[in-house]
């Protein structure tokens, strides 16, 4: 079971995630307001959450709304992990992107090897 402290350390990289997700695509986010408001969220809710104001929080429910806000603005899919900072390692995300290039009918043929390979690679060790 988690401590007080391990929840506010995980609080703090959450918040230090957000916050570096909100620099790096700040372009076509803009804002925390606009961000919000294309999340169907407040923007004091986010705001204050990402200024670590004491008693905020942002729910499962928000979160995916932020998820979903930030793919309508940034035009690529957006998950909670990424926000979080707990995304893919960039090379798996570049191989994911590269296999979303390929016609619908392929896409599950590559991924079906991919994983066959991996598979084969991992029963070796």
Known sequence: MMDDDDVMAARQKHIEAMN?????????????????????CAANTLGDFLKNKR??????????????????LIKRDVSVAELLGEALPSDIRRIVDLIRLLPADQQDLEIGGILHRLRKLTADD
């Open 20 to 40: 570096a997700f909100l620099r790096d695509n700040k372009k076509a986010l803009r804002s925390i307001a606009n961000w919000a408001k294309h999340s169907g």
């Open 55 to 72: 008693d905020s929080h942002l729910d499962g429910k928000t979160m995916i709304k932020l998820a979903h806000g930030a793919s309508a």
